[in-house]
């Protein structure tokens, strides 16, 4: 690390763009291989008796979280204005706090499979409590998502902070990512409160745009490992040593 703070590591930039496009892509696989669970709990237990990809899918969930949040991390190591760094650090315990809640719903979707199992396999007169668990189950997770779109949601807020407190990165990303904030907090508000369909038009708008800001990221950090350091970067050479002969070591 230099005297302002930044990182100059080139293999930890990599590590940090790789995570930011494996992550994007591995949330982006994972939306295309989602069976969807409908609403009502006796279709939806049906469904995800009959789907193999719903594991799957859950897997790919959990590996997104990892990635994305090991990228906003190197991301934030690399600021070097104070204020820029202030408020990046608390957005990255916003995306922390996001990622967490965000796994643990996860992989409680994830047990849903084997309830819909034991009920396929279970008695018709002990059918109805498995369709009652897997119906809480299905709320408890999508309450928990909620909580982790809502602590992405302000991470991007404080993250535009920061990217324009930092100075360098192009105008229109902090931009893109209060729009992304703004977008996933309506959807939120209009799901919740008012159970209108819009809302998840706006929330895969909010988490699409937050996806291009992260992938901008990856493609910022993989270009300032490619650059070549400067002076102050390269290491001194060894000063030579005189013995006490005069002849130099």
Do not use: C
Request: no cysteine; aromatic share 8%.
């Amino acid at each position: 690390m230099d005297r302002t703070g930044t990182v100059r590591n080139r293999a930890f930039h990599r590590a940090g763009s790789v995570a930011a496009i494996g992550g994007v892509v591995a949330a982006l696989v994972q939306t295309a291989i989602d069976p969807g669970i409908p609403d009502d709990p006796r279709e939806a237990i049906r469904t995800a008796a009959g789907s193999r990809l719903l594991a799957s899918s859950r897997l790919l969930d959990m590996a997104a979280f990892l990635l994305l949040l090991m990228a906003v991390a190197v991301v934030t190591g690399t600021l070097s204005q104070e204020r820029a760094r202030g408020w990046a650090r608390t957005g990255l315990a916003l995306f922390a706090v996001s990622a967490g809640a965000g796994a643990i719903a996860t992989m409680i979707v994830g047990a849903l499979p084997d309830v819909a199992k034991a009920w396929a396999d279970a008695p018709a007169g002990l059918k109805p409590g498995y369709v009652a668990t897997f119906g809480a189950l299905s709320k408890v997770s999508g309450g928990i998502f909620a909580v982790a779109w809502a602590a992405l949601a302000i991470f991007g807020l404080l993250y535009a902070a920061a990217m324009l407190a930092e100075g360098t990165f192009p105008r229109w990303l902090p931009w893109m990512s209060v729009g992304s904030a703004v977008s996933t907090l309506t959807a939120l508000a209009l799901g919740v409160g008012f159970q209108l369909d819009i809302a998840f038009v706006l929330l895969v708008l909010g988490l699409s745009l937050s996806y291009v800001v992260i992938v901008t990221f990856g493609v910022r950090l993989w270009r300032s490992s490619r650059a070549p350091r400067s002076a102050a970067d390269r290491p001194e050479p060894a000063l030579a040593v005189s013995d006490t002969t005069g002849n130099r070591a």
